[in-house]
């Protein structure tokens, strides 16, 4: 089976840099999925991780250590739009996901 | 409408009823996902569709949990007797040809309460 780790909230304030950590236990996997989602709103795909490092997409940059069973996602010059709930994923052609970090942007 | 869509948005149904829930996905995905998410959860996989056969249903929680794809494109998952536990958000998600690395699109989800 599948299980990962992350945490419950994270709370900063307008322009800060965030790092939602994940840990994950798994026989077997493709890659590191992240996603965002709005209360109310679909996930949507934020970055992936198919071999260990980091890869950049914009304000957000995601890492995977497959030795250590480790990722993150790294969220630069917060803004206020960036107020959702983020989930890492394993990739197994079917995703399992984190129960997910709340990320709240304060002015 | 390039997004997956599903609907209805909202259903409320009573105890031991039965239930369809609708998803539209992406036009010429072949791959087709279904995933619950409970409040303050993440998505918990289903069931996932190759074209019209289902290729693994591993995730759904009982025989009152089906869903069917018959034309490779709209899928069904059908809820029978439900119960108030059944009740949570129902996602899918549809992705090009269900490569391991491919990504998910999701719809806006299917917000089921059970009374």
């Known amino acids: 089976g599948q299980s990962l780790e992350q945490p419950s909230e994270v709370t900063a304030v307008e322009g800060a840099i965030v790092q939602i950590n994940c840990t994950y236990q798994?026989?077997?996997?493709?890659?590191l999925s992240w996603y965002q989602q709005h209360d109310g709103g679909a996930p949507t795909f934020l970055s992936y991780?198919?071999?260990?490092g980091l890869e950049e997409t914009g304000r957000f940059s995601s890492f995977l250590s497959r030795s250590d069973s480790y990722g993150y996602l790294l969220l630069q010059e917060l803004q206020m739009k960036d107020s959702a709930s983020y989930f890492c994923a394993l990739n197994d052609y079917k995703l399992s996901f984190g129960a997910g970090t709340t990320v709240t942007v304060r002015a | 409408g390039a997004g997956v869509s599903q609907t209805p948005s909202n259903k409320v149904t009573e105890k031991g009823k039965y239930v369809e829930l609708r998803c539209d996905p992406i036009s010429g995905h072949t791959a087709l996902y279904w995933y619950r998410q409970s409040l303050g959860q993440g998505p918990e996989f289903l069931i996932y569709?190759?074209?019209?056969?289902?290729?693994?249903d591993s995730g759904l929680p009982n025989d009152r949990f089906f869903a069917v794809r018959p034309e490779g494109s709209v899928s069904t998952l059908k809820i029978q007797r439900t119960e108030r536990g059944d009740s949570a958000v129902y996602l899918c998600?549809?992705?090009?040809?269900?490569?391991?690395?491919?990504?998910?699109?999701f719809g806006p989800g299917t917000r089921l309460l059970v009374l």
């Open positions: 991780n198919a071999l260990d």
């Open positions: 569709f190759q074209g019209t056969g289902a290729a693994d």
């Open positions: 798994t026989s077997g996997f493709y890659g």
């Open positions: 998600a549809s992705s090009l040809t269900g490569g391991y690395q491919e990504t998910q699109y």
